[in-house]
Nanobody
Framework: VQLVESGGGLVQAGGSLRLSCAASGFTLDDYHIGWFRRAPGKEREGVSCISSSDGSIYYADSVKGRFTISSDNAKNTVYLQMNSLKPEDTAVYYC???????????????????WGQGTQVTVSS
């Protein structure tokens, strides 16, 4: 399994970024896929995910209405469009698959078995 995140950077508050995650070694059709983040001094948290079971999409309350997750299963790639960014969104962002046999819930950061290297997002005030 390999996950390669890209698209992070430095942006001012209110700005936008689009993250990409190219996955290999598994197919998005068979696994939930999620975005997670770890802010400095904090534990990793779930940001958004897509369920492979029924296509349901979940968002953390802190990003609802601002972030949009999408996937291109033909490219085995998942995206995270982040708008109206806030300084508290500063974190390293990771994508990760969740085995649907373990849980229907895909936002828990304890469920993924594989992680990419992450991409840094820094939002300045």
């Amino acid at each position: 399994v390999q996950l390669v995140e890209s698209g992070g950077g430095l942006v001012q508050a209110g700005g936008s970024l689009r993250l990409s995650c190219a996955a290999s070694g598994f197919t998005l059709d068979d696994y939930h896929i999620g975005w997670f983040r770890r802010a400095p001094g904090k534990e990793r948290e779930g940001v958004s995910c897509i369920s492979s079971s029924d296509g349901s999409i979940y968002y953390a309350d802190s990003v609802k209405g601002r972030f949009t997750i999408s996937s291109d299963n033909a490219k085995n790639t998942v995206y995270l469009q982040m708008n109206s960014l806030k300084p508290e969104d500063t974190a390293v962002y990771y994508c990760a698959p969740v085995n649907p046999r373990r849980s229907w819930y895909c936002l828990s950061p304890i469920l993924p078995d594989y992680w990419g290297q992450g991409t840094q997002v820094t939002v300045s005030s």
